[in-house]
């Protein structure tokens, strides 16, 4: 069996996570690159990397790799998908995968005209509670599903020149916090929701600070997302069904689940394990390649990518190279 080969660049502390993840049977990790070539040296060391660049164009020109890792901020994935995709590379972009649906559109007719596979590394898609709690739902076990909500905030001390603050570097709760409620929403929906109402305070810098909104799909299903960047809130997702509720906790990297039914009784249910979750998404996407399939979930990226454009929009954000679509 051939082996996919990895190659990551960007080498921040979510790439060392993935680092250690890596243990994947049919894939090996066999690069990684950096703008400073001291860093990308130790890194390798210290994760058994074979090849260590001194520069991005490394990874992307070496003719062993498959697969990129992209896991530079998310204000520079575009360029880096790109030129990824260009050398006809996969790519395996951290979210958000793009600041705009203009700049994600661009990229997913790259990889067509290149005959190579895209996706966003998000748990919420992989993990095995939400893939059993998801088929539960279908076979109507819960009844008619109702409702899903998101809360999700995360405390960042205000300082204007952190990256979480600051528009050129794709900051904002939104960009940052918000793809993973979006996507909590969207993965359980029928379809993909309008927004019905929004509203949203925005830091002195032109960021998404907090911000509340309602969403509806054609099949009467109501999604709720509360963001806040400045105050912690319970990373809890809840949906709502005719005969249950199901609750989740940390629901980005979930393996368990409360279901509260009409009558009052409840259960917990597990699945998967929140340990897992890299090795879940990793081995997902090396699937993908060595099967020659599409980019798992790719439909509800680009359906998360296009509500958090919409967003940006209605709040007037500043969003560095942000293009109407």
Known sequence: MRKIKWGIIGLGDIAHSFAENFSVENAELVAVGSRNLQKAQDFAEKHAIPKAYGSYEGCFYDPDIDVIYIATPNSFHYEHILAALKQKKHVFSEKAMMVNYSEFTEAINCAKENNVLLAEA???????????????????????????????????????????????????????????????????????????????????????????????????????????????????????????????????????????YSNGKSETITAGDTKEAMKYEIQAFTDAVANDSSGPYMDLTEDVTKIMDTLSREWDMNLSKHKPF
């Open 122 to 260: 998000m748990t919420i898609y992989h993990m095995p509670l939400y893939q059993l709690l998801k088929k539960k739902i279908q076979q109507n076990d819960f009844g008619k599903l109702k409702m899903v909500h998101a809360l999700f905030g995360s405390y960042k001390p205000a300082d204007e020149n952190n990256r979480f603050f600051n528009p050129d570097l794709g900051g904002g709760a939104l960009l940052d916090i918000g793809v993973y409620a979006l996507s909590f929403i969207r993965y359980f929906m029928s379809s993909n929701p309008d927004i019905l109402s929004t509203t949203v305070d925005l830091y002195p810098t032109g960021v998404d600070e907090q911000s509340s909104t309602l969403l509806k799909n054609k099949e009467n299903e109501v999604g709720t997302l509360s963001l806040s960047f400045r105050a912690k809130m319970p990373k809890q997702g809840v949906i709502v069904c005719e005969d249950a509720y199901i609750t989740i906790t940390d629901y980005p990297r979930a393996d368990k689940a409360t279901i509260t």
